[in-house]
């Protein structure tokens, strides 16, 4: 044994190991070795330990005493701290949570009050235990129910679940949070238990009557389905209510978490609260729905949502047949569909009271994670919804089309009865519009949802544009009610405008002329142009005021529609209505009122104009007559024919049928003693000229021959309208012979004269170089020369192929180049021209004409000149004792017609003596008999038209102008048939002028 200091230090030291806690009960007497004894049996080890070792101190005597119960303390903590070390390897080394929870009852029952650094020691151990048990067990839950979830066996994933709400319910109770919190929880978490239980009584109904209801609707049996309907919802009911409450508390878990860890008697959350709030919601890092809420969030996905997608499908089916049908304008099957879509929305909305019993509350307000429920309905809901509204619309839109249809196939034709209809249009297209600012709204609205889908997208766009087509639609037929009214109003207008149109129209063809027939002579008549100014002032003067009343009607008609709606007054047939009713506005303003005014002064101003030209034309009548006596002829056929112009004019401007045959009766007669009288002095001054040319002839003077036959022929047709023959014949003789020297001479008139001219000078300087050269034995640079000649002769014959001096030059550079050659070159030039005197005697007369500056001695040469001008005309041909027999005969012949005074023979007997004339020049006889016939014939030539006849030749002259010749020819061959008109020379002038240009 231990000497007295020894047990004192072993004391010392153990108070040292084990500070001092506890003091005495205040004022105990009670024996100290009894006191500790007492607390060894309460297993307070550390209390008797300072309780030994105060009496050890204090009572010397009693050390052994107190060894002996310190000795067996020491031996009973031997066993706890093995115990301890245990522990630590069992929890924190093999990780045996079950067997290291009894190592810690051991240790409670080995000591229930180690010091302070044990018990927080083994307090941190058990807690750590507990914890990691608990999360075993929480984890292991949570694996089945994920399990049973992935099964679809949703009941079971909720039986497990509710397995679990005593998963760390030590911790809570431990921690003594009082009996409000304790209260609030447990409360909850019994009704979470309670509707679990009242789910799974039902937990073998769920998946059969979804899958009825869903094959119901598929298969189209609709009634079938609503009547299904009523069980599903009411079982499903329970699913809702579960969500509900799990949702709720969940949320009520976690208030008092974070009131806990806000009042500072939690870190971080309470592990039991945790735990259920992880059993009833799910953890936050799973990646697919888990806990109670998240069984039945898919127990409603898998079996609820799909019936809802299979309706929302039947519902957008008959939506779309719907529209189809309305817009193929099928109303009534339209009207079918769209009721199915009401029946199917209906049912829908049905189905949609689970998710609102399901909605969880907390606070006042939707707890957020009910999104996870309802995130893939609410696009099937938007899309109800859509389709809902848009069923309404589509159905007043048939209702309204319908209410107007009788109308609107056939529009009222009379104006009060188009007034009512479009006054009930317009209240339409009121409603109509202001259903599309309601559309419009809810369409902006539903656009802003971003789970809005494609297809709700597009049946919004739909709608929009339908309500726009109506809209426009209405618009239309409001136009086409405005256009049918713009007609009904515009026909009269128009009815009268045209009604006044032809009176001013009447008016001015009176003013400018109207066709006529006018009568020329017995049994031939002529349509002509005449005006009468005097009729269009009458016309006028009541024609002005009505002109007056129709543009106040039509100033009217403009300003009503013109202020019609916007559409109405763009659109193309009111446009064109009212450019039509504008038209007769500018028509009646700008045309007709001052066309009236100017027409009406034009026609006083015609009338004047026609007294004042038969006046001058009167004037003009007796200055012709005045010439006549006085034999100024030329006077009288100017003054003639201005009488003639006057008084056609005046009848141009005004006629007077009466005039007319008056003035043409007048100037007739002064025409034919113009033409009788001037006759004798014609034929003896054409006789003399005639006899003057032969002089001119036979003297080869043929410019002067031609000049004093044209002069004769001119003063000829003073009062004969066809040329003399005897003229034609001598001119014959005189132009050919004229036409020869022409073609064979360069004159100053010729386009190329200076050009040509230059050359033949240049080519005949060169010919006399060759030549000068060829006399002085230098042939070389001579045949140069000529070469030179040649080429310069060339050019002059391509212009002018006839040219004497040219072709001349040529033949005498051929017969300077080859002397011995050119006899036989001449020779064969005289052949061939002998040889085209039959195809072209012009040419060969000039061929020979050539030969003869080269040798005109030439045998035959002269006689071939000779003949060659008897066959161009150019010269006359010898006497020829039968064709003097001839003219003889025919002059008797001629001679007895005139002796019997068979005037009506006179025309044959004058033929016969041209003929005479023609085959014998030198017949006097017949010369003087021909003069003779032709002075008693008097005259043919018209000096004037009768006003008729002078009317058809300015229309035929003005035809040939224009290019129309064959209708001016017709007009000329008309005039021709009279007898008065076929000798008036301008007339025959221009029938050879037309039938040259056909």
Same mark, same amino acid.
């Given at each position: ?240 209510? $579960? ?285 002509? $142009? ?229 050359? $033949? ?238």
């Amino acid at each position: 044994m231990m000497g007295g200091m020894a047990r004192f230090l072993i004391l010392c030291a153990i108070l040292v190991v084990f500070p001092f806690c506890f003091l005495w009960a205040g004022g105990a007497k009670e024996d100290p070795i009894a006191l500790a004894r007492s607390l060894m049996i309460e297993k307070r080890y550390n209390e008797a330990l300072v309780v030994l070792a105060e009496a050890a101190r204090k009572d010397p005597e009693r050390i052994e005493e107190a060894e002996d119960l310190i000795r067996r303390i020491r031996a009973i903590r031997g066993e706890y701290y093995d115990k301890y070390e245990d522990l630590i390897k069992v929890l924190y080394e093999q990780k045996d949570v079950e067997k290291a929870l009894s190592i810690i009852k051991e240790l409670e029952s080995l000591d229930a009050a180690p010091n302070e650094t044990t018990k927080v020691a083994l307090k941190k151990a058990k807690e750590s235990a507990q914890f990691v048990y608990n999360q075993n067990r929480f984890n292991d839950l949570m694996t089945q129910a994920a399990r049973a979830l992935e099964q679809k066996d949703y009941s079971k994933a909720i039986e497990l679940y509710t397995s679990g709400f005593d998963i760390g319910k030590e911790f809570f109770m431990d921690a003594n949070y009082g009996n409000i919190v304790e209260n609030r929880v447990f409360s909850a978490l019994d009704t979470v238990r309670q509707t679990s239980e009242q789910f799974l009584r039902f937990r073998n109904q769920y998946q059969t009557l979804a899958n009825n209801l869903q094959d119901l609707i598929r298969k189209g049996e609709e009634g079938e389905a609503r009547r299904a309907m009523g069980p599903f919802l009411e079982t499903y009911l329970r699913a809702s209510t $579960l969500y509900k409450v799990a949702s709720e508390t969940v949320e009520e878990l976690k208030d008092q978490n974070e009131k806990l860890v806000r009042i500072n008697r939690v870190t971080n959350e309470d592990f039991f609260l945790g735990f259920m709030q992880r059993i009833i919601g799910g953890r936050a890092t799973s990646a697919t729905p888990e806990g109670i809420r998240g069984a039945v969030e898919m127990l409603l996905k898998d079996r609820f949502l799909p019936i809802l997608v299979a309706l929302s499908e039947r519902l957008r089916q008959a939506y779309l047949e719907g529209e189809v049908s309305f817009e193929q304008a099928r109303w009534e099957q339209a009207t079918l569909s769209f009721q199915q879509v009401q029946a199917f929305g209906q049912m829908m909305k049905q189905m949609e009271s689970l998710y609102f019993a399901a909605i969880p509350l907390f606070g006042g307000k939707p707890v957020p994670v009910y999104w996870e429920l309802v995130r893939e309905y609410l696009p099937l809901w938007i899309d109800q919804q859509v389709r809902s509204k848009g069923v309404t619309l589509y159905q007043g839109l048939i209702e309204e089309y319908l209410a107007l249809k009788p109308a609107l196939d056939t529009l009222p034709s009379d104006r009060v009865a188009l007034e009512t209809f479009r006054n009930s249009l317009r209240a339409t297209q009121t409603r109509t519009l202001e259903n599309r600012r309601e559309w419009e709204l809810f369409r902006e609205e539903q656009l802003q949802n971003p789970l809005i889908p494609g297809v709700s997208v597009e049946a919004l766009n739909r709608i929009s544009t339908k309500l726009a087509d109506r809209l426009a639609f209405w618009e239309r037929m409001e136009v086409e009610i405005v256009d049918r009214l713009a007609a009904l109003d515009l026909i009269p207008l128009e009815e009268r405008h045209q009604a006044v149109l032809a009176s001013y129209r009447r008016a001015t063809e009176w003013f400018e002329g109207v066709e006529e027939v006018i009568q020329i002579t017995e049994g031939q008549e002529e349509k002509l $142009l005449v005006k009468y100014p005097d009729r269009t002032i009458a016309l006028l003067e009541e024609l002005t005021p009505q002109v007056q009343t129709l543009l106040d009607r039509v100033v009217r008609y403009l300003s009503l529609y013109r202020n019609e709606i916007p559409p109405a007054r763009s659109d193309p047939r009111v446009l064109l209505k009212i450019d039509r009713a504008e038209g007769i506005r500018s028509s009646l303003e700008r045309n007709v009122l001052p066309g009236s005014v100017n027409l009406a002064a034009k026609a006083r101003e015609s009338i004047l104009l026609a007294q004042r030209y038969r006046n001058e034309g009167n004037l003009r009548v007796q200055e012709a007559q005045a010439a006549i006596a006085q034999n100024r002829f030329e006077q009288a056929r100017e003054s003639l024919g201005a009488a003639r112009a006057r008084f056609s004019l005046s009848l141009s401007y005004q006629e007077d049928p009466k005039f007319r045959r008056e003035s043409d009766d007048l100037l007739l007669s002064l025409n034919a003693a113009i033409r009788d009288a001037e006759n004798k002095l014609v034929v003896a001054e054409v006789r003399q000229l005639i006899n003057e040319a032969k002089r001119f002839y036979y003297l080869n003077a043929f410019d002067d021959a031609e000049n004093i036959l044209l002069r004769a022929q001119t003063r000829w047709r003073a009062t004969q309208a066809e040329d003399n023959p005897e003229i034609s014949y001598w001119l014959g003789f005189v132009r050919a012979a004229l036409f020869v020297k022409s073609s064979r001479e360069l004159l100053p008139t010729d386009p190329l004269y200076v050009e040509m001219s230059q050359l $033949l000078s240049l080519a005949r300087k060169d010919f006399e170089t060759g030549r000068s050269l060829l006399e002085k034995g230098n042939r070389r640079e001579a045949l140069d020369a000529f070469t030179a000649a040649e080429e310069k002769i060339r050019t002059v014959l391509l212009a002018f192929p006839f040219n004497q001096q040219a072709s001349v030059l040529a033949l005498r550079i051929a017969q300077l180049k080859d002397r011995d050659g050119f006899a036989t070159l001449f020779r064969t030039k005289f052949r061939e021209a002998q040889a085209k005197m039959a195809t072209n005697p012009q040419e060969a007369y000039i061929d020979l004409k050539d030969l003869e500056q080269i040798d005109p001695n030439f045998a035959g040469l002269k006689e071939a000149i000779y003949n060659a001008e008897i066959k161009l005309g150019i010269r006359i041909p010898p006497p020829d004792p039968k064709a003097l027999a001839e003219s003889e005969e025919l002059y008797r012949a001629a001679l007895r017609i005139v002796t019997g005074n068979v005037r009506a023979q006179f025309p044959i007997a004058l033929e016969q003596l041209n003929r005479a004339i023609e085959l014998n020049p030198d017949n006097t006889k017949a010369v003087e008999l021909k003069d003779r016939i032709q002075i008693d014939t008097g005259g043919q030539t018209s000096i004037v038209l009768s006003s008729v006849a002078e009317e058809q030749y300015r229309l035929a002259e003005k035809r040939y102008i224009e290019g129309n010749y064959f209708e001016a020819l017709a007009i000329v061959q008309r005039l021709l048939q009279n007898k008065e008109s076929k000798n008036y020379p301008p007339l025959l002038e221009l029938k050879r002028r037309i039938e040259s240009r056909i």
